[in-house]
Nanobody, 127 residues
């Protein structure tokens, strides 16, 4: 059973930065993918970024949503089995619960294609 645990959320002022972490345990799959999503109050869950399970960002395949491209960066640490989401220049509209998700094989944009989810971490950006 794959388990994911997010951390790193909190309250930050507009223009600030946060780094979210997603610790992954229990995986025995050879080519999984991990994605970051968020859900704001009253809105549908939104895809942000995904990375395949191989090496750091420079050697990995990454896909970012246009809405966060240039501000959010996904990366991973093999030794720590952890996926990160570095978020810069945060805006009040980035306020949401942020989730990481695990897919047994490959990356995806659709949340329905992911097999396991974390509990989420709250990010609040004040103006």
């Amino acid at each position: 059973q794959v388990q994911l645990e997010e951390s790193g959320g909190g309250l930050v002022q507009a223009g600030g930065s946060l780094r979210l972490s997603c610790s992954v345990s229990g995986s025995t799959f050879s080519s999984p993918g991990v994605g970051w999503f968020r859900q704001a109050p009253g809105k549908e869950r939104e895809f942000l970024s995904a990375i395949n399970w191989s090496g750091d960002r420079n050697g990995a395949t990454v896909f970012d949503a246009e809405s966060v491209r240039g501000r959010f960066t996904i990366s991973r640490d093999n030794a720590k089995n952890t996926i990160y989401l570095q978020m810069n220049n945060l805006k009040p509209e980035d306020t949401a619960v942020y989730y990481c998700a695990f897919r047994k094989t490959g990356m995806a944009i659709k949340e329905s294609l992911y097999d396991y989810w974390g509990q989420g971490t709250q990010v609040t950006v004040s103006s």
